[in-house]
């Protein structure tokens, strides 16, 4: 089985999610970002295709990968800052299955939640008034404040079962 890790991250969350999957695969397995895909993506039994979430949706880099990936098995994960059993995490990574070009149905879907940069945080608070869906509120401090701490131990821990039994399917 020859197996593939791709990954965009702008701050590393993703980056780490993706190095624990290709831990749990066989020694030598690639672990690559979006700007070093290779060009024989294609002769890969099963891609790893990781992304951060960005509106809803994989962001931009990894919008442009997933949309050539032509490989019949998938596996999808991604890191956002909601809770992982949120509906919103659920909906993006569907957003993002949507673009692969074939109609493959991914073999898999990982998410976990992933520490939200404070710039952006900030930049948000800003743009948005208090009590606005993205603005300043008692909720959206606890929302942030738990994602500060993931991915963790236990998320990559998940991650790499999360392969072992994407891998034991194929
Ligand atoms: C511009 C921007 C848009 C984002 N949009 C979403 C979003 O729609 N939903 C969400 O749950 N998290 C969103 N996030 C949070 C990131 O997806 C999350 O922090 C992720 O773990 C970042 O991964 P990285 O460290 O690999 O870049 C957004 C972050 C940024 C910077």
């Known amino acids: 089985?020859?197996?593939?890790?791709?990954?965009?991250?702008?701050?590393?969350?993703?980056?780490?999610?993706?190095?624990?999957?290709?831990?749990?695969?066989?020694?030598?397995?690639?672990?690559?970002?979006?700007?070093?895909?290779?060009?024989?993506?294609?002769?890969y039994d099963v891609?790893?295709?990781?992304?951060?979430?960005?509106?809803?949706?994989?962001d931009k880099a990894a919008q442009a990968v997933l949309k050539e990936i032509t490989n019949e098995k998938v596996a999808l994960f991604c890191t956002l800052g909601v809770p992982p059993v949120s509906p919103h995490a659920q909906e993006?990574?569907?957003?993002?299955?949507?673009?692969?070009?074939?109609?493959?149905?991914?073999?898999?879907?990982?998410?976990?939640?992933?520490?939200?940069?404070?710039k952006i945080i900030e930049m948000m608070y800003?743009?948005?008034?208090?009590?606005?869906?993205?603005?300043?509120?008692?909720?959206?401090?606890a929302r942030h404040a738990q994602a500060a701490s993931h991915p963790d131990e236990n998320d990559l821990a998940n991650a790499k079962a999360f392969v072992e039994e994407v891998v034991a399917k194929l």
């Open 1 to 43: 089985m020859k197996a593939i890790v791709v990954y965009s991250s702008r701050t590393g969350n993703t980056k780490l999610v993706a190095e624990a999957m290709a831990s749990a695969l066989p020694a030598g397995t690639p672990c690559v970002s979006v700007k070093e895909v290779p060009a024989d993506l294609a002769s």
């Open 47 to 58: 891609v790893f295709m990781g992304f951060w979430a960005d509106q809803g949706n994989a």
């Open 92 to 118: 993006t990574v569907e957003a993002a299955a949507k673009l692969l070009p074939n109609g493959q149905t991914p073999v898999g879907y990982f998410k976990c939640q992933g520490k939200v940069d404070p």
């Open 126 to 141: 800003k743009m948005f008034p208090e009590g606005h869906a993205h603005g300043k509120s008692p909720e959206r401090d």
